[in-house]
């Protein structure tokens, strides 16, 4: 190959580092060939950069502006100019052969050759843990002796097109299982590292600068947005057994297969579903293994081009996983410095995209890691994870950044913590994964700018571990497990559910469930709710549904008396009314909250964060934090602002200007000074989160604990955000094109098929506000599913025909029934005029 040539000419001649500028003379010159141009002519006008990129020496030292060396690497101005030469007339030669020299760095014979000694084996994952592993980097400065008998990374890719990562051929040195076994069975990652002192340590950062615009947005995406890539095996179309079918609450026909997509994470009911030829536990519904054909028979077009995306697709994986092995590896004084280069030197759309490039990856094979036994044996998965972690430290580090005079500045990370979020875990199994984690539940990420010596371990190799990557509704369907682990557990089991009967109207309700719950013990209530409405012949999901939401306003306004909770109307949520003696109601609010979570149920979102902060405090979680002055203003703003004013203030005469400022608990001889300001604030926000509301707050809590309390994930993994978000759903922008993609369809004809692409083009039109207003009118809430709005599971019935009638909706089964009327503009207008007069909830 050309660049085992160029290996000892940059050997023996004086090292050669570019420029900025003159790396865009080399991309101008090699944009401005003649068309087409040959691959030979295009590595000739590369020659500079090729050679640059592989050697870490020179590569740490290059890409500065101007003539003088040992300048700061202008990282955004490197990026730049790659991102030219990749929409350039010979961008896939170009492309080509930045891959090629970018991934020799790495391989055998390279200068920082990365050994992974034990390639993941499927077969064997799929039946045992794997043999024994050691994995080894070297770093040196030496440019030359490879190997000319390891294999081409163009050869590595041939055939592949169906192989996940993991199967992509080794180079040969590397192709055999190490026979050294640890204590555990299994072996033991380790690698060595040779680090030559003139190495720059920075040459990790300016390689991915430079590769960046060939590794974003390179792997195929679901109809999510969640990066995918192919199963190893051919998948085999499987027939559900005749006997296996009945007929569901709804009339529906269906079958009980036993099985669980493996994409979408819902019970396969359908006739026919697809499993792997090769007997991996992995199986997809017929409609979504439809939708991954479309988009893998789209990515991969045919041809040169197919050729190309698969090499393309292979080289992003692979060279992501070579970064994180050398990253992780590095002595801990100079991975501290490379996290510094990327907080503080890179620019933050840079940042933000190599993250993206990173979840990516990770996203695209966390369902085939998870789908062999061992999870922990694909050690350059973990790796990955690994590198995702480190970024996520170095984008902690602004936060951190302290100021001349010592204090801390208050600067947010450098971009948003929910970039980190790895959605794809919403594709494995909660339950696999909850009783992984239960081996090991106090396991911690460590501080992957701290660590002296980076190794996987078994609780690393743990999803749950990694807390701050792990999305919101994975977390909160593997806290049902928890919760329903300890409930097993209870000398009670749990046979039957707790079946009540309530009466509708809300004075009356509330009753009922002050009676029902009060003589029940918390073993007795710590079951599954089962509700019917007096009167009514209504049961099953959809009237639970309904309960919960009648139940929750029937708290809100409680009649009789002081009601138990105040609408602020300038925050629009409720707070405590700290004159309200209703004990028993309370408790049985907090019941009903810890029910709705044990029963998968998300209720309006009518209480600040600072509620749930509280909940944690009472649990005696380590994520609760410290309330202070921002919470409060979250309660009652003018309170807050009147305290910051006390605060603001810088004269000694503050005692005079504010007067008296007691609440009880406060020395009565208490004077406000300079001094004691910010005593006096502190104690006030304790005073109204804790002394004032404990009347009210401590039943509300025991009810809540009654039902969740025994959760050790609940205690351990969850921050009041979280907590917020699993009780309540998301609040994010609707996204009709996603419940379009969730949604069913009943009583419609075929023919009628353009008629309800009219209804859709009809509530894409609709404005921002106008979305969240139909989302309240159907569901009588705003707030998004747990696993995006594609799982609100919408069901649009056909409801006559005729311009007569407004469309209504079944908010317990979000059903909306719509009728057929005679042109688009009948059918805007009448959808405009039943959204507009939602009451959804019914917050005042």
């Known amino acids: 190959m050309w660049f085992n040539k160029l290996l000892p000419m940059a050997a023996s001649q004086s090292r050669r580092l570019l420029t900025v500028e003159e790396l865009e003379a080399c991309i101008a010159d090699a944009a401005a060939a003649p068309t087409p141009t040959s691959e030979s002519d295009c590595e000739r006008r590369l020659a500079p950069l090729l050679r640059v990129l592989g050697a870490p020496n020179d590569l740490g030292r290059s890409f500065h502006r101007g003539q003088s060396l040992g300048g700061a690497c202008d990282y955004a101005g490197v990026h730049a100019a790659i991102q030219r030469l990749c929409s350039s ?79 992509i051929p080794a180079p040969a040195s590397s192709a055999s299982f190490d026979d050294e076994m640890d204590g555990t069975g299994r072996g033991e990652a380790r ?99 439809g ?55 890179w620019p933050t759309a840079m940042f933000a995209k190599l993250v993206r490039v990173v979840t990516d990856v990770i996203n695209a094979k966390v369902v085939h890691v998870q789908d062999v036994k061992a999870i922990e044996s694909d050690q350059k998965f973990w790796y990955s994870v690994g590198l995702l972690q480190f ?58 700018l701290a660590i002296d010596r980076f190794e996987l371990t078994d609780d690393f190799c743990s999803f749950l571990t990694h807390n701050n990557l792990v999305p919101v509704s994975f977390r909160r369907v593997c806290l049902l497990c928890d919760i329903w682990g300890h409930i097993q557990l209870q000398v009670e089991p749990v046979t039957v559910p707790l079946q009540i009967e309530v009466r509708r109207d809300p004075p009356r309700l509330l009753e009922d469930l002050v009676r029902h719950f009060g003589r029940l013990s918390d073993t007795q209530l710590r079951r599954p709710l089962r509700v019917t409405f007096r009167d009514e012949e209504g049961a099953g999901s959809g009237v639970l549904r309904e309960f919960f939401q009648v139940a929750l306003r029937s708290f809100l306004d409680a ?17 405590f009314n700290d004159f309200a003696d209703n004990a028993p109601a309370f408790k049985a609010c907090g019941i009903l909250l810890g029910q709705a979570l044990l029963n998968s149920i998300l209720v309006p979102n009518i209480f600040p964060g600072v509620f749930y ?49 007691h609440f009880p608990g406060l020395p009565a001889d208490f004077r406000l000074t300079q001094q004691n300001k910010q005593i006096y604030v502190d104690a006030y926000v304790r005073w109204f989160f804790y002394e004032r509301i404990e009347a009210q707050f401590a039943p509300l809590c025991e009810g809540f604990r009654a039902i969740v309390g025994d959760s050790v994930l609940l205690q351990r993994m969850v921050d009041g955000v979280q907590l ?53 009118f159907v569901t009588a809430s705003c707030r998004v599913p747990l696993r995006g709005w594609q799982d609100l599971q919408m069901i649009v019935q056909k409801n006559g025909t005729g311009d007569e009638r407004l469309p209504t909706a079944h908010t317990c089964f979000c059903q909306l029934l719509l009728p057929k009327y005679t042109s688009r503009s009948s059918l805007a207008t009448s959808l405009r005029t039943a959204v507009a007069n939602s009451e959804g909830f019914g917050l005042k």
């Open 613 to 661: 902060e509280r909940l944690l405090h009472d649990l005696k979680s380590p994520y609760a934090r410290s309330l202070g002055l921002v919470d409060l203003g979250r309660v009652t703003r003018e309170t807050a602002q009147s305290l910051q004013r006390i605060l603001d203030y810088p004269s000694d005469d503050i005692g005079s200007v504010f007067g008296e400022l």
């Open 89 to 167: 007339p010979v961008k896939s030669q170009a492309a080509d052969l930045v891959r090629e020299a970018s991934i020799r760095i790495f391989e055998d014979g390279g200068p920082a050759y990365v050994h992974w000694a034990g390639q993941f084996d499927c077969e064997q994952a799929h039946n045992r843990s794997p043999s024994p592993t050691k994995l080894t980097t070297t770093t040196t400065t030496s440019t030359n002796n490879s190997n000319s008998n390891a294999t081409t990374f163009e050869e590595s890719t041939t055939n592949c097109l169906h192989a996940p990562p993991d199967s």
């Open 559 to 575: 009649p009789g008396g002081p009601s138990l909770f105040y609408f602020n109307e300038q925050q629009r949520l409720y707070w």
């Open 191 to 289: 690698m060595e590292v040779t680090s030559s002192a003139d190495v720059p340590f920075n040459w990790a950062a300016v390689l991915s600068a430079a590769l960046l615009p060939l590794m974003a947005d390179m792997l195929p995406r679901d109809s999510n947005g969640i990066c995918v890539i192919p199963h190893r095996h051919r998948m085999l179309r499987v027939n559900a057994a005749d006997e296996s079918m009945y007929v569901t609450s709804a009339g529906r026909l269906a079958y009980r297969t036993n099985k669980v997509c493996d994409n979408c994470q819902k019970r396969i009911m359908d006739p026919q579903y697809y499993h792997c030829s090769e007997g991996c536990d992995i199986d997809f519904c017929e409609d979504c293994h």
């Open 724 to 776: 917020e978000k699993i009780v309540c759903g998301d609040s994010v922008p609707v996204d009709t094109s996603a419940i379009r993609r969730g949604a069913a369809y009943e009583g419609w004809e075929e023919d009628e098929a353009e008629y309800l692409q009219m209804f859709w083009d009809t509530i894409e039109s609709f404005t921002d506000s106008e979305k969240t207003q139909f989302v309240v």
């Open 391 to 448: 970024l996520y430290s170095a984008n902690s580090l602004p936060c951190q950044t302290k100021l001349v005079d010592g204090a801390t500045d208050t600067r947010d990370p450098k971009v948003a913590y929910t970039n980190f979020i790895l959605d794809g875990i919403n594709k494995c199994e909660p339950i696999s994964e909850w009783q992984r984690w239960q081996k090991h539940p106090s396991a911690k990420v460590p501080d992957m």
């Open 291 to 345: 939708k991954l054909k479309e988009v893998f028979d789209a990515f991969f077009a045919g041809g040169d081009e197919d050729k190309e995306g698969r090499h393309a697709l292979l080289w992003v994986i692979q060279i992501t996983e070579f970064l994180s092995a050398h990253i992780l590896r590095l002595k801990p004084e100079d991975r501290v410095r490379l996290a510094h280069e990327f907080a503080f030197e």
